[in-house]
């Protein structure tokens, strides 16, 4: 009887540090996974800073082109402007300049008002192709300074298309990084001051687990008050 009984407590001893083996096998199994995962997230972490900082960057970048581009426009704009109104002024003098010298003239003899008719048309076709001359030289100027508008404003609106994709493409990788943060366990860098939390010990780990759902009042069992310390209505 006393073999048997000594064998017996040899069999649950060697079932009892199996058993032990194996909860600790599993423990330190799901403690590197846990590591591993950490790890992980960590350097997900890090690529979705720099790529933040990148894309924030490449905004500043944008909106800087974006306001040199419209000072352009506005510079070429002005341009445009002045050109347009000075060449009818020109065409005018010489029409008044023509009027005037006839003018001047009508007092003297035939002789001399049929020689000055002559020279005067002559100074008056040679004005009015000089004028003509300029609005033709003026012309493409003009419609290349259109063109450099047309231009300039067609990269400023994609410019801004490409400032509101990065726009949304900078919330959008700042949403994901929040919510990548949240949906791992609660760590204490996670929370602030004033939040409201929920403390429970898990023994199988020996360690303390946070828990919080936004501003969600959560109760203790009052056989955990003297453990934590606490007393009634903390």
Do not use: W
């Amino acid at each position: 009887p006393q073999n048997t009984n000594t064998r017996n407590c040899d069999i649950k001893q060697t079932n009892f540090n199996t058993v032990l083996t194996r909860e600790k096998l599993k423990k330190e199994h799901i403690i590197n996974e846990l590591h591993e995962k950490l790890k992980k997230m960590t350097q997900q972490q890090e690529r979705d800073k720099d790529l933040i900082e990148t894309l924030s960057e490449d905004r500043a970048c944008l909106l800087h082109e974006k306001k040199k581009l419209e000072e352009e426009i506005n510079k070429l704009r002005s341009v445009n402007l002045v050109s347009s109104a000075y060449l009818p002024t020109t065409s005018v003098s010489g029409a008044e300049v023509s009027a005037a010298c006839a003018v001047d003239l009508a007092g003297e003899t035939e002789r001399l008002v049929s020689v000055a008719t002559t020279v005067e048309e002559g100074r008056a076709d040679s004005a009015m192709d000089a004028s003509m001359m300029a609005v033709r030289e003026s012309i493409p100027v003009l419609s290349e300074e259109k063109q450099r508008i047309m231009l300039l404003e067609r990269t400023l609106q994609m410019k801004e298309e490409e400032n509101k994709r990065l726009n949304q493409r900078l919330m959008s990788q700042s949403m994901s990084s929040v919510s990548s943060r949240h949906s791992e366990k609660i760590a204490i860098r996670d929370f602030q001051v004033g939040d409201l939390v929920l403390i429970i010990l898990d023994e199988r780990h020996d360690n303390y687990v946070l828990f919080t759902v936004g501003p969600t009042l959560y109760f203790l069992h009052s056989e955990s008050l003297a453990a934590l310390d606490l007393k009634p209505g903390e």
